[in-house]
Nanobody, 115 residues
Framework: QVQLVESGGGLVQPGGSLRLSCALS????????MGWYRQAPGKQRELVAR???????NYADSVKGRFTISTDNAKSTVYLQMNSLKPEDTAVYYC?????????WGQGTQVTVSS
């Protein structure tokens, strides 16, 4: 089992920045991909950014050049640095991690971009 706990969400003005953190615990040795997803009201959950064990990254087109996914050396924390935030980035952001058997999810953290 793997547990994920997100933090760092909040209210920010357009053009501002936030950094989300996701602490992983439990049997993280088998984790081979970590990512951030988001879900806005009335919309489906979508991939924001993904990081594989080999350090390959993928980003949604809507966040390329603005968001950066990274981990600490122990791969026990995954971060999402969000810059130049826009109102359309408003959503609940979820951390995820996958091992060969299943995908694990955090509880989500709200990000609101508004003036």
């Amino acid at each position: 089992q793997v547990q994920l706990v997100e933090s760092g969400g909040g209210l920010v003005q357009p053009g501002g920045s936030l950094r989300l953190s996701c602490a992983l615990s439990g049997n993280i040795r088998s984790i081979y991909v970590m990512g951030w997803y988001r879900q806005a009201p009335g919309k489906q959950r979508e991939l924001v950014a993904r990081l594989t064990l080999g350090s390959t990254t993928n980003y949604a087109d809507s966040v390329k050049g603005r968001f950066t996914i990274s981990t600490d050396n122990a791969k026990s924390t995954v971060y999402l640095q969000m810059n130049s935030l826009k109102p359309e980035d408003t959503a609940v952001y979820y951390c995820s991690a996958a091992d060969p058997l299943r995908t694990y999810w955090g509880q989500g953290t709200q990000v609101t971009v508004s003036s």
